[in-house]
């Protein structure tokens, strides 16, 4: 079945304008993820939708940075007047299953990278 | 917070077997420990889960021992293509992928 899709793959923005990064997850998967990848790091926790539960925002960098989750499937990040320290990779994972807890998997999209200029 | 450590940076040869080592000092009783391969350009993907004593799957091995603070990540017989970035985690409250260990398997 389809995988967790994500768009655009690339986006070049410039310096204080706002870009919106997309997610579809898995279909049927109630928890979905937002990560940053910066160069050559690990994984930056974003933010995290269970169902029908507030979201956990506690990973948001600053304020420029939001998401939702429209009718428990797809997702937008939306980060404001973007700063170049925001380019990265944008990836996004969706789990059946809520966070913890035995056969739990997260199923990562191919990401988004962000280039500011 | 549980909290992860593992080894930066290993090198391995073809055909040999990689133990990755990961400590987690601070683990739950509740918490169960997992491992995600990434590959460069692309998202990570699910290896292995455990919560004690050995886990075998068609790609790896997982090993934790009885007190839980650590685990070791087994790859048997690697090849190139294993080459990339292995992440533990303890799943809790809070994803925390850290580093990883980057690992690179040469010929």
């Known amino acids: 079945g389809a995988g967790v899709s994500q768009s655009p793959s690339n986006k070049v923005t410039e310096k204080g304008k706002d870009v919106e990064l997309r997610c579809d997850p898995i279909?049927?998967?109630?928890?979905l993820y937002w990560y940053r990848q910066s160069l050559g790091q690990g994984l930056e926790f974003l933010i995290y939708f269970q169902g029908n539960s507030a979201p956990d925002k506690s990973g948001l960098p600053s304020d420029r940075f939001s998401a939702e989750r429209t009718g428990g499937s797809v997702s937008t990040l939306t980060i404001q007047r973007t700063q170049q320290e925001d380019s990265a990779v944008y990836l996004c994972?969706?789990?059946?299953?809520?966070?913890?807890?035995?056969?739990?998997?997260?199923?990562f999209g191919p990401g988004t990278r962000l280039t500011v200029t | 917070l549980a909290k992860t450590t593992q080894p930066i940076s290993m090198d391995s040869y073809e055909g040999q077997e990689v133990n990755i080592t990961c400590s987690h000092n601070?683990?739950?009783?509740?918490?169960?420990i997992t491992w995600y391969q990434q590959f460069p350009s692309q998202g990570p993907r699910f290896i292995i889960q455990?919560?004690?004593t050995k886990v075998t799957n068609e790609v790896a091995s997982l090993f934790i021992p009885a007190d839980r603070k650590s685990s070791t990540l087994s790859l048997p017989r690697v090849s190139l293509s294993d080459t990339a970035v292995y992440y533990c985690l303890v799943v809790e409250n809070d994803m925390r992928f850290g580093a990883g260990t980057r690992l690179t398997v040469k010929p």
């Open positions: 601070n683990i739950a009783t509740n918490d169960y």
């Open positions: 279909s049927g998967h109630t928890a």
């Open positions: 455990g919560y004690k």
């Open positions: 994972a969706s789990s059946l299953t809520p966070r913890g807890g035995p056969s739990y998997e997260q199923y």
